[in-house]
């Protein structure tokens, strides 16, 4: 009797020891949230790839990816696509906070999740392909049409959503809110906040590369994984309005370096912004065309300090760098234009600028000296004494100089300063 009471305590101690130890393991398992609440970009792209990585070393128990975006680059969300599918690491994706959205490439990396969340007050759709990079053609855009329907319509099958909906998100552009996404099975469900949406997938099977996976989110941890400073800065530079600007403090620091020898600040400043508004420019669906306008129109200002041209080149100037300014970035998206507000100030300020400022700095360049040697040549005077080819004397602004000339110069006689030695100037006389 005694042994069997010590074998049921045993066996209860064993049994309490296994269920803390679950218990201390489904606390200790960590999700990590990733927040995208800009537009889909490289930047964007490198961030997910590396948090998905960094995600798979710690052992996450699962991903979600906070998102809000207008939409972006294509290559960009393809990107996000292929590394959201080939994780080893369950990735939800919840369009939240209230007011956000999932447009365009939104569409595509939702769908593309293992699961896909909304938050109350929050929309999805519109995902119909614009020219990025330049103007396409009726041809051009049936192609990329139906590109885009072919991809989201395999992301749609493969994860058991609706697939009719999604093509008519490419076609039409429709779009639909928590609710309706809901119910037309976009997405798997709504969510009023984190925490509630680790509780409601708790249990959810889903299906990864490596196999089915149980999720366990109910007890987790939640690990914010924020950009770095590097991945601020280059997302911050890859804003089309920065770009802008980074390219003409470029030509200005150029500029100012070529016309002042030396200066060094401001060569280095330029170079440095010109090299940023590269990258920019990978990153944005950039027409060269306006970018030649804008070079164009800064070369005429330039030509307007050494032109008489009675302020048409001004003119011209201005009217070219507006419509580079609006070329530059040819999408029909509105996130990739620039703003009149942001033009128009920068063209004037720009226009002021090479006609005003840098017009005074050229007019001293060539302005006579005054001063010095160079300022007394050209300089006339009076000749004090008989001045001969080996001696003399010149009067030349109240100052009496030693002056020679090759011909002789009677005393009293208006001379001019031919050149300057040391001490003693060359003359000849007034004819």
Do not use: C
């Not at 994780?87 to 939104?106: E, K, L, M, N």
């Not at 307007?304 to 998206?333: A, R």
Request: aromatic residues 8%; glycine residues 8%.
């Amino acid at each position: 009797m005694q042994r069997k009471l010590i074998s049921s305590l045993f066996i209860l101690a064993a049994i309490s020891f296994l269920i803390s130890s679950t218990h201390s393991q489904e606390s200790s398992a960590q999700v990590m949230v990733v927040k995208v609440n800009s537009v889909v970009n490289p930047v964007s792209s490198e961030f997910i790839n590396k948090s998905l990585k960094k995600a798979k070393e710690i052992q996450a128990e699962a991903v979600v990816i906070q998102l809000d975006t207008p939409g972006g680059l294509d290559t960009s969300m393809r990107s996000i696509v292929k590394d959201i599918i080939a994780s080893d690491v369950p990735v939800i994706v919840y369009v939240s906070p209230s007011g956000a959205r999932a447009a365009s490439a939104g569409v595509f990396i939702t769908l593309a999740a293992h699961v896909a969340a909304m938050a109350p007050g929050t929309n999805i759709g519109a995902a119909h392909p614009v020219g990025v990079g330049g103007k396409m053609d009726e041809t051009m855009v049936e192609k990329a049409t139906n590109d885009a329907v072919a991809y989201v319509k395999s992301l749609a099958e493969r994860t058991g959503r609706n697939a009719e909906w999604a093509e008519e998100s490419v076609r039409k552009s429709v779009s639909a809110t928590e609710t309706e996404a809901l119910e037309k099975n976009v997405i798997d469900i709504v969510s009023k906040d984190l925490p509630t949406l680790l509780k409601d997938i708790d249990g959810r099977t889903v299906a990864l590369v490596s196999g089915e996976r149980t999720l366990m989110t109910a007890q987790t941890s939640i690990v914010s994984e924020e950009m770095n400073f590097r991945f601020k800065i280059l997302n911050f530079i890859s804003d089309p309005s920065v770009a802008y600007m980074l390219l003409l403090l470029g030509f200005y620091g150029i500029f100012f370096e070529l016309t002042n020898p030396g200066a060094i600040f401001p060569g280095v400043v330029g170079a440095i912004a010109l090299i940023l508004a590269f990258y920019s420019f990978q990153t944005l669906p950039v027409n060269y065309a306006g970018i030649l306008l804008i070079v164009l129109a800064i070369i005429l200002f330039i030509l307007e300090i050494k032109v008489t041209s009675f302020g048409m080149l001004t003119i011209g100037g201005i009217i070219t760098m507006i419509f580079g300014s609006l070329m530059l970035f040819d999408t029909p998206s509105p996130f990739f234009k620039l703003s009149l507000y942001l033009v128009l100030p920068t063209v004037m300020f720009t226009a002021l600028f090479f006609t005003i400022v840098v017009g005074l700095v050229y007019r001293a360049h060539r302005k006579k000296p005054v001063t010095g040697e160079e300022g007394l040549v050209g300089l006339e005077g009076t000749a004090n004494t008989d001045i001969t080819a080996d001696d003399g004397m010149a009067a030349l602004h109240g100052e009496l100089w030693s002056a020679h000339a090759d011909e002789p110069i009677a005393k009293g006689d208006k001379i001019i300063v031919v050149s300057v030695s040391g001490l003693k100037v060359k003359v000849r006389k007034v004819l």
